[in-house]
């Protein structure tokens, strides 16, 4: 069992960044590729980023590319979001999710908001 509980959500300008982390219980962290999702109002969940157990290899939505940034630090169980150059459009509730073969873990989701 793996629990995930995002933080550092917030309210933001527009151009402005947060850094979203999650924090993973459990032994097996660095055995499942992590990823970051988001749902805003309205709208269906959608993919925002991934990266494999190792941290070698990453994965974008083609709207957040070269301005948010993944990456993981498996000594400490935690997964990052860093974004940077934030739009309206990104506001939404991210959730973190972990996978590997056997199991599908979910957060419980952060508020993102950017005001214009």
């Known amino acids: 069992q793996v629990q995930l509980v995002e933080s550092g959500g917030g309210l933001v300008q527009a151009g402005g960044s947060l850094r979203l982390s999650c924090a993973a219980s459990?032994?097996?962290?660095?055995?499942?590729?992590m990823g970051w999702f988001r749902q805003a109002p309205g709208k269906e969940r959608e993919f925002v980023a991934a990266i494999s157990w190792s941290g070698g290899s990453t994965y974008y939505a083609d709207s957040v590319k070269g301005r948010f940034t993944i990456s993981r630090d498996n000594a400490k169980n935690t997964v990052y979001l860093q974004m940077n150059s934030l739009k309206s459009e990104d506001t939404a509730v991210y959730y973190c999710?972990?996978?590997?073969?056997?199991?599908?873990?979910w957060g419980q989701g952060t508020q993102v908001t950017v005001s214009s």
């Open positions: 999710r972990a996978r590997n073969y056997d199991y599908d873990y």
């Open positions: 459990g032994r097996t962290f660095s055995s499942y590729a």
